[in-house]
């Protein structure tokens, strides 16, 4: 069955940075499109960054864009999101999302698995 595990959140200080890894499983992973989807405490899910199964393309979400990376190594089945210049509005669940599709989209019904989320919080 699909797997995605996240890893790699934690407490960070403003300004600082965070490493987060999704290892994927029970699928063709170089098939499918990724995205990683946030929720800060209180309000909806938002779509952060997705990439395409090959990796070629990518986008992000404006709150993140220049301060996010995201990339993956469909060698070792796994997606990351490099986070720098962290802000407290950054404070959310993470999830890792897979796709319908060899290319993402920002709407959210296009993703038909989801990991169980890791946390980030950033605060002094």
């Known amino acids: 069955q699909v797997q995605l595990v996240e890893s790699g959140g934690g407490l960070a200080q403003p300004g600082g940075s965070l490493r987060l890894s999704c290892a994927a499983s029970g699928f063709t992973f170089s098939r499918y499109a990724m995205s990683w989807v946030r929720q800060a405490p209180g309000k909806g899910l938002e779509w952060v960054s997705g990439?395409?199964?090959?990796?070629?393309?990518?986008d992000y979400a404006d709150s993140v864009k220049g301060r996010f990376t995201i990339s993956r190594d469909n060698a070792k089945n796994t997606v990351y999101l490099q986070m720098n210049s962290l802000k407290p509005e950054d404070t959310a669940l993470y999830y890792c999302?897979?796709?319908?599709?060899?290319?993402?989209?920002?709407?959210?019904?296009?993703?038909?698995?989801w990991g169980q989320g890791t946390q980030v919080t950033v605060s002094s």
């Open positions: 990439l395409y199964s090959d990796g070629s393309d990518t």
């Open positions: 999302t897979k796709a319908r599709y060899y290319y993402y989209t920002e709407d959210l019904n296009d993703y038909d698995y």
